[in-house]
């Protein structure tokens, strides 16, 4: 999925171990896939067993700045913390 490889590239640019993100915002802006995206990521990364998980599905093109603020008001709340934030678009059915 092309968002593992964005998720890789992330991740080594700023250094950060999957297992030190705690807060996990996923939206994919038309449907609710199943499986969650998220459970996809949490597994793919392993990230911890403890870590905060929002999905947002089917809100529209608003769902990314939704997901950008709700993270900011959950890092605000655990400063010390770092989030993880995807943001999704279909572009076709077949995705």
């Known amino acids: 999925m ?9 991740l080594q640019a700023t250094g950060i171990r999957p297992r030190g993100i705690s807060i996990l915002v996923v ?3 038309v449907l609710n896939p199943t499986p969650l995206l998220s459970s996809l990521i949490l597994n793919h990364y392993k990230l911890r067993h403890n870590i905060n998980i929002f999905n947002l599905g089917g809100m529209g093109c608003a769902a990314g700045i ?20 995807v943001s ?5 059915s077949t995705w």
């Open 2 to 10: 092309v968002m593992f490889g964005v998720v890789d590239d992330l």
């Open 27 to 29: 939206n994919c802006r």
């Open 66 to 85: 939704i997901a950008v603020d709700l993270t900011k008001d959950l890092l605000c709340a655990s400063p010390s913390s770092y989030a993880l934030v």
């Open 88 to 92: 999704t678009e279909v572009v076709s």
